[in-house]
């Protein structure tokens, strides 16, 4: 099921003044304290402020069948905090004169498919080109992530046989490894030489990042570095990156070289502060309307605070880079398993030096209207919500009287006007449009960013039992993938199934439509008779499959 996405969260920690050290450390202690112990994976941790580091900690195990314990010079995989490097990359190639952020990227990649259409290097750098993600086609190809090695040729392949993109370049913002992928590949073609040598000439070195590196290829040794896992039921499974791909993910590094890299922000020794300045820009749409997000960096603000900031998510392994620009305090963190909110844990450790921001005063909590309404209001919201841009589906259900966005868990929505809800303890809005059902809609508001408008669906039929999903059951297959699905019908739910994968479980929504997770599956119709799909993430939408054989 599609869920409305939630805003990181700080834990419920006190907060702690910086000009108590011991005190301070001793709070991360505590935070940090279910990863410690030989039997699971953990964390490294690091925090400085104004270039002078005041915390390095670590916790856990980096290897757990060789018994090595974390430590802040474990070298860790970073994952999307590589997307800071190769924006930096790119603007040092600028700053010489050898492009502009405005070229088409076409004019550096004369390969790139026609879907690319006119995107520019500032589009691929700002998420705003529109294209595919390569790894969730990848992940839609093989119908898994993990165990076969994905190269950038496979991942330049993928992207060739692409025939349309999410959206127009420019219209909207749309997360993306497709557009740092290819902004690697441009500082390739520039430079003459392998993205990874040149960041680790023009980059690290110059930074004293002596344990950073970008691993280029993914059977290459890595002295002293961490194992990924993720948890299966009561245990812990090896889980790591299977890529070559650069530019987008990759990064290995330590929590005292990304400390260094994040004073770079303060204290240009790479660039200049025009150069950084730019980073920290947000990007323009072709509407007028203003992301969140500059050149390789997240814009936001933490309790009043500003923030560039970044988070990575791989398998086996999650990152945080934060710099509290208005304090010149980083913080970083690097761990080696996929069980855990790498901002939310960022954030809280800033939260325990930095102490209440400038926008935590007395009474905010109430003036912010958090406090519980009247739920009983909202009940009559509960239904199937569209969003034909994106494709994206949400339900709002009823438990035990309260409006949840999800059958089991989830989250709680409390009613605050004859037309709102409000995400209990976030500042997440729904807001109900006039009319009556099927022409109801409501608007996703968060502060900050573009209202998206989701439109009542008719849900599928109560009972539609293995006799009526037999329909859709059958062969299919899709060019831009290069896959074939068998799609099987069970007692309530449908498998899509490439290879020997375990598939994707997907459930009826609405007619012709179905969920699994984040993929949304949309069968079309001819004559009555099922003829193929489309099946959409947020980072991929609209991959066509056309049936090309009944069971």
Same mark, same amino acid.
């Given at each position: 099921?599609?869920?409305?996405?939630?805003?990181?969260?700080?834990?419920?920690?006190?907060?702690?003044?910086?000009?108590?050290?011991?005190?301070?450390?001793?709070?991360?202690?505590?935070?940090?304290?279910?990863?410690?112990?030989?039997?699971?994976?953990?964390?490294?941790?690091?925090?400085?402020?104004?270039?002078?580091?005041?915390?390095?900690?670590?916790?856990?195990?980096?290897?757990?069948?060789?018994?090595?314990?974390?430590?802040?010079?474990?070298?860790?995989?970073?994952?999307?905090?590589?997307?800071?490097?190769?924006?930096?990359?790119?603007?040092?190639?600028?700053?010489?004169?050898?492009?502009?952020?405005?070229?088409?990227?076409?004019?550096?990649?004369?390969?790139?498919?026609?879907?690319?259409?006119?995107?520019?290097?500032?589009?691929? @750098?700002?998420?705003?080109?529109?294209?595919?993600?390569?790894?969730?086609?990848?992940?839609?190809?093989?119908?898994?992530?993990?165990?076969?090695?994905?190269?950038?040729?496979?991942?330049?392949?993928?992207?060739?046989?692409?025939?349309?993109?999410?959206?127009?370049?420019?219209?909207?913002?749309?997360?993306?490894?497709?557009?740092?992928?290819?902004?690697?590949?441009?500082?390739?073609?520039?430079?003459?030489?392998?993205?990874?040598?040149?960041?680790?000439?023009?980059?690290?070195?110059?930074?004293?990042?002596?344990?950073?590196?970008?691993?280029?290829?993914?059977?290459?040794?890595?002295?002293?570095?961490?194992?990924?896992?993720?948890?299966?039921?009561?245990?812990?499974?090896?889980?790591?990156?299977?890529?070559?791909?650069?530019?987008?993910?990759?990064?290995?590094?330590?929590?005292?070289?990304?400390?260094?890299?994040?004073?770079?922000?303060?204290?240009?020794?790479?660039?200049?502060?025009?150069?950084?300045?730019?980073?920290?820009?947000?990007?323009?749409?072709?509407?007028?309307?203003?992301?969140?997000?500059?050149?390789?960096?997240?814009?936001?603000?933490?309790?009043?605070?500003?923030?560039?900031?970044?988070?990575?998510?791989?398998?086996?392994?999650?990152?945080? @880079?934060?710099?509290?620009?208005?304090?010149?305090?980083?913080?970083?963190?690097?761990?080696?398993?996929?069980?855990?909110?790498?901002?939310?844990?960022?954030?809280?450790?800033?939260?325990?030096?930095?102490?209440?921001?400038?926008?935590?005063?007395?009474?905010?909590?109430?003036?912010?209207?958090?406090?519980?309404?009247?739920?009983?209001?909202?009940?009559?919201?509960?239904?199937?919500?569209?969003?034909?841009?994106?494709?994206?589906?949400?339900?709002?259900?009823?438990?035990?009287?309260?409006?949840?966005?999800? *059958?089991?868990?989830?989250?709680?929505?409390?009613?605050?006007?004859?037309?709102?809800?409000?995400?209990?303890?976030?500042?997440?809005?729904?807001?109900?449009?006039?009319?009556?059902?099927?022409?109801?809609?409501?608007?996703?508001?968060?502060?900050?960013?573009?209202?998206?408008?989701?439109?009542?669906?008719?849900?599928?039929?109560?009972?539609?039992?293995?006799?009526?999903?037999?329909?859709?059951?059958?062969?299919?297959?899709?060019?831009?993938?290069?896959?074939?699905?068998?799609?099987?019908?069970?007692?309530?739910?449908?498998?899509? *199934?490439?290879?020997?994968?375990?598939?994707?479980?997907?459930?009826?929504?609405?007619?012709?439509?179905? #969920?699994?997770?984040?993929?949304? #599956?949309?069968?079309?119709?001819?004559?009555? *008779? #099922?003829?193929?799909?489309?099946?959409?993430?947020?980072?991929?939408?609209?991959?066509?499959?056309?049936?090309?054989?009944?069971?």
């Amino acid at each position: 099921m599609r869920r409305f996405p939630l805003l990181a969260a700080a834990a419920a920690v006190p907060a702690l003044a910086s000009a108590q050290p011991a005190a301070f450390a001793a709070r991360v202690d505590s935070l940090f304290d279910r990863w410690r112990g030989t039997d699971r994976p953990g964390c490294a941790v690091g925090v400085s402020d104004r270039g002078r580091v005041v915390l390095e900690r670590a916790y856990g195990m980096a290897d757990l069948e060789s018994g090595v314990a974390m430590a802040p010079a474990t070298v860790v995989h970073a994952a999307s905090l590589a997307k800071s490097v190769t924006a930096l990359a790119v603007l040092l190639l600028e700053q010489e004169g050898r492009l502009s952020l405005d070229d088409p990227a076409r004019r550096h990649l004369p390969d790139l498919p026609a879907s690319a259409g006119d995107a520019t290097i500032r589009q691929l @750098l700002t998420h705003t080109a529109g294209l595919r993600d390569v790894f969730e086609l990848a992940i839609l190809a093989r119908g898994r992530f993990e165990e076969d090695r994905i190269t950038q040729a496979d991942a330049l392949a993928m992207l060739a046989r692409q025939r349309a993109p999410n959206f127009a370049p420019g219209a909207e913002y749309g997360y993306s490894n497709t557009g740092y992928l290819l902004a690697a590949r441009i500082v390739e073609r520039i430079s003459g030489r392998p993205f990874a040598a040149f960041a680790a000439e023009r980059l690290f070195a110059p930074l004293g990042m002596r344990r950073t590196h970008v691993r280029d290829d993914v059977a290459a040794l890595v002295p002293g570095r961490a194992v990924g896992y993720a948890r299966r039921g009561a245990g812990w499974r090896v889980s790591t990156p299977n890529f070559d791909v650069v530019g987008s993910t990759n990064l290995q590094t330590t929590v005292g070289d990304l400390l260094r890299w994040a004073d770079n922000l303060d204290r240009p020794a790479v660039g200049d502060t025009a150069l950084v300045r730019r980073m920290q820009t947000p990007a323009v749409l072709s509407t007028g309307d203003t992301t969140t997000y500059g050149l390789g960096l997240s814009l936001v603000r933490d309790r009043g605070w500003r923030v560039a900031e970044h988070e990575g998510r791989d398998p086996g392994f999650r990152a945080y @880079l934060g710099r509290w620009l208005d304090r010149g305090v980083s913080v970083a963190l690097l761990c080696n398993a996929a069980a855990l909110d790498p901002v939310g844990l960022g954030r809280t450790v800033a939260s325990l030096y930095l102490g209440p921001g400038p926008a935590a005063t007395p009474g905010a909590a109430a003036a912010s209207g958090d406090a519980p309404g009247d739920a009983r209001a909202a009940l009559a919201w509960a239904g199937v919500y569209f969003e034909p841009t994106t494709r994206q589906v949400a339900e709002l259900t009823v438990r035990d009287g309260v409006l949840y966005t999800d *059958r089991s868990g989830g989250a709680r929505f409390e009613a605050h006007g004859p037309r709102r809800a409000r995400q209990v303890g976030v500042p997440l809005e729904l807001d109900f449009g006039a009319g009556a059902r099927p022409g109801y809609r409501v608007r996703w508001l968060v502060p900050g960013r573009r209202a998206d408008a989701f439109a009542w669906r008719a849900p599928a039929a109560p009972a539609l039992d293995r006799r009526a999903l037999a329909a859709y059951a059958g062969t299919y297959a899709s060019a831009e993938l290069d896959a074939t699905y068998r799609v099987e019908a069970g007692d309530s739910t449908l498998t899509l *199934r490439a290879g020997a994968a375990p598939g994707l479980v997907a459930r009826p929504v609405f007619p012709d439509g179905f #969920v699994s997770g984040q993929y949304t #599956v949309e069968f079309a119709r001819t004559g009555g *008779r #099922v003829t193929g799909f489309a099946i959409s993430h947020p980072r991929a939408r609209g991959v066509a499959f056309v049936r090309v054989l009944s069971r």
